[in-house]
């Protein structure tokens, strides 16, 4: 149990566009839901936090203008980067917990390259 | 206040020997330590947990040793098998956030 899946794995998309990536827990509802960017050889960075219903919290420095997040339901998060651009090339992660509890299951991760 | 550090960077082991990382950290306010595996390419998978209740907890081959007053924690890996080589991060939340805070991460071979 607690599978959370993203999608799509890896997107490609022109400097300006922007990009949507979908977070699902499958088989948990989740309360929490988090948003992390990872640079190659560097750890997780949490970005925002969003809770089903309301705003997500960004982190600090994070621009919640650039990286839009929706918490629609118990099940479905989704990360839009807007106008993205080269230095936004990462390896994205949500992950999604239940209500109360401090585990934290992670997706599978989604590689954005920004052309 | 909010970091956690984590050594060493990078650690090599012979097949069968003991592994072991290494994490500090300062915010008292810290009541859970999970330790995850990540492989290249992959999200990071839950290994093993800690509370500050107990000094230690043991799945499998897997243990971690948590010292309260000198707030280390750590990650033995028993009898460590090349598929144990990935990347390993320590971390550690307040149970009124939830938000992870992650250690700097430790890339372990193992040489068969």
């Known amino acids: 149990g607690a599978v959370v899946s993203q999608h799509p794995s890896r997107v490609i998309c022109k400097s300006g566009t922007s990009v949507k990536i979908e977070c699902r827990s499958l088989d948990f509802q989740a309360t929490t839901m988090f948003w992390y960017r990872q640079f190659p050889k560097q750890s997780l960075m949490l970005m925002a936090t969003s809770n089903e219903g309301s705003k997500a919290t960004y982190e600090q420095g994070v621009e919640k203008d650039k990286f839009l997040i929706n918490h629609a339901s118990l099940t479905l998060s989704t990360l839009t980067v807007t106008s993205a651009h080269p230095e936004d090339s990462s390896f994205y992660i949500c992950?999604?917990?239940?209500?109360?509890?401090?585990?934290?299951?992670f997706g599978p991760g989604t590689r954005l390259t920004v052309l | 206040q909010q970091q956690v550090k984590q050594s060493p960077q990078s650690l090599i082991v012979q097949k069968g020997g003991i592994s072991i990382i290494n994490c500090a950290y300062e915010n008292t306010a810290f009541d859970y330590f999970p330790w995850y595996q990540q492989f290249p390419g992959k999200g990071p998978a839950l290994l093993i947990a800690i509370r500050p209740d107990v000094s230690e907890k043991k799945e499998g081959r897997f243990t971690i040793s948590f010292n309260k007053s000198a707030k280390q924690f750590s990650l033995h890996i028993m009898d460590s098998q090349p598929g144990d080589s990935a990347t390993y991060f320590c971390?550690?939340?307040?149970?009124?956030?939830?938000?992870?805070?992650f250690g700097q991460g430790t890339t372990l071979q193992v040489k068969p």
């Open positions: 992950s999604a917990s239940r209500q109360g509890l401090d585990t934290q299951y």
């Open positions: 971390a550690a939340s307040t149970y009124n956030t939830g938000k992870l805070i």
